[in-house]
């Protein structure tokens, strides 16, 4: 069983619609939980990272942390075709930027 | 401000051979991770580098090997190469302490054949 879970999708909804993406994990030692976002041929870049569990929202962002099920979540509001990539969930023990362990990743396509 | 920069950006490399990958990290940062992503998977933590020496290191094997020099920037090394070494290796720089962000580079895209 992998570390962290994660719907590889491909997932396509319309402009404008409410994105849910979720992953699941095993390790209960994981404090730190990340989202990233991967467009073709470049590097992941971080779009928010919450310490523990709670709410965390950034503009259209909002991530969820529920340590209690070992399930985080990614809301994207007024969906975009420029938020058209894969999205990586991560995460991490000791810091938010070491040994960072990532699912799958599930690829996005917001259709105009 | 450059960001993480690496080099090169493609290279096929022949069964058996040796690979030296190449990682300048962002200005102000003094902390190398490496990273493979193989096609349609998340990246997969290699190992890191501070203070010139390893200091966290994932599950691959020996022929994985790397350095880090005075000026932060970062080698990887992969010995007898395999065909499934074939992958994506992504350099991270952060600085030190908890809540800090690893910035990627854009990756050297290494085909073995």
């Known amino acids: 069983q992998k570390e962290v879970e994660q719907d590889p999708g491909p997932l396509s909804v319309p402009e404008g619609a409410i994105v849910s993406l979720n992953c699941t994990y095993s390790?209960?030692?994981?404090?730190?939980f990340m989202w990233y976002r991967q467009y073709s041929r470049k590097g992941p870049e971080l779009l928010m990272y919450?310490?523990?569990?709670g709410n965390k929202e950034d503009g259209r962002f909002t991530a969820q942390v529920d340590k209690s099920s070992k399930y985080i979540s990614l809301f994207i509001r007024d969906s975009q075709p420029s938020d058209s990539a894969t999205y990586l969930c991560?995460?991490?023990?000791?810091?938010?930027?070491?040994?960072?362990?990532f699912g799958s990743g599930t690829r996005l396509s917001i259709r105009p | 401000d450059a960001g993480v920069t690496q080099s090169p950006t493609h290279l096929i490399k022949t069964r058996g051979q040796q690979v030296t990958l190449r990682c300048s990290p962002k200005?102000?940062?003094?902390?190398v991770s490496w990273y493979q992503q193989a096609l349609g998977q998340g990246p997969q933590f290699i190992f890191q580098?501070?203070?010139?020496?390893?200091?966290q290191r994932g599950n691959f094997p020996d022929r994985f090997s790397g350095h880090q020099f005075p000026n932060y920037s970062s080698e990887l090394n992969v010995n007898a190469l395999l065909l499934g070494d074939s992958a994506l290796y992504l350099c991270?720089?952060?600085?030190?302490?908890?809540?800090?962000?690893?910035?990627f580079g854009q990756g050297t895209r290494l085909t073995v054949v």
């Open positions: 919450t310490y523990s569990s």
């Open positions: 200005s102000g940062h003094d902390t």
């Open positions: 580098y501070y203070e010139e020496e390893e200091r």
């Open positions: 991270a720089s952060s600085s030190q302490g908890a809540n800090t962000e690893a910035f």
């Open positions: 991560a995460m991490s023990e000791g810091s938010s930027a070491s040994k960072i362990i």
């Open positions: 390790n209960s030692a994981f404090q730190y």
